[in-house]
């Protein structure tokens, strides 16, 4: 086979292997749960469960409501505790809590307090 043949065949291969492999979908990252660092000077937790969690999601932005629900963990120390020891434990305490929020719909999965 002559050197000209040979890379034009490939070639070919190549571009056939190039055609191919854009034809796969390509993987697209989804932010599931978006956490943000909040004093807890600036998240009010909600009276009962279910219920509405109102923090700011920035530093610069106004406060809104996350729906908390029965699926919403509160964790304490490394450990998962009721959302009614969780509240008394916050009661006065000028701490960070990280409230890890759904984007798509709000429903918060999770806040960590200390």
Same mark, same amino acid.
């Not at 086979?1 to 571009?15: D, E, I, V």
């Not at 004093?39 to 932005?61: K, R």
């Given at each position: 086979?002559? %050197? ?6 490939f070639?070919?291969? &190549?571009?056939?292997a190039?055609?191919? &492999? /854009? $034809?796969? %979908? ?6 599931v749960?978006e956490v943000v660092e909040? *004093?807890? /000077?600036?998240?009010?937790? *909600?009276? /009962?469960? *279910?219920?509405?969690?109102?923090? *700011?999601?920035?530093g610069?932005? $106004?406060?809104?409501?996350? %729906?908390v629900? &029965?699926a919403?963990?509160f +964790?304490?120390?490394?450990?998962? +505790?009721?959302?009614?020891e969780?509240?008394?434990a916050?009661l006065g ?5 990280g409230?890890?929020?759904? %984007?798509?719909?709000?429903?918060? +999965?999770?806040v960590?307090?200390p």
């Amino acid at each position: 086979m002559k %050197p000209t043949l040979r890379s034009m065949l490939f070639a070919l291969c &190549a571009a056939g292997a190039v055609t191919f &492999a /854009s $034809a796969e %979908p390509f993987n697209i990252l989804e932010t599931v749960v978006e956490v943000v660092e909040a *004093p807890s /000077s600036s998240v009010t937790l *909600p009276n /009962s469960i *279910p219920g509405n969690l109102m923090m *700011p999601a920035c530093g610069t932005c $106004a406060l809104k409501n996350y %729906p908390v629900t &029965a699926a919403t963990r509160f +964790v304490l120390h490394g450990s998962e +505790v009721t959302f009614t020891e969780f509240k008394a434990a916050m009661l006065g305490r000028d701490t960070l809590l990280g409230v890890g929020y759904r %984007p798509k719909t709000g429903e918060i +999965v999770s806040v960590r307090g200390p």
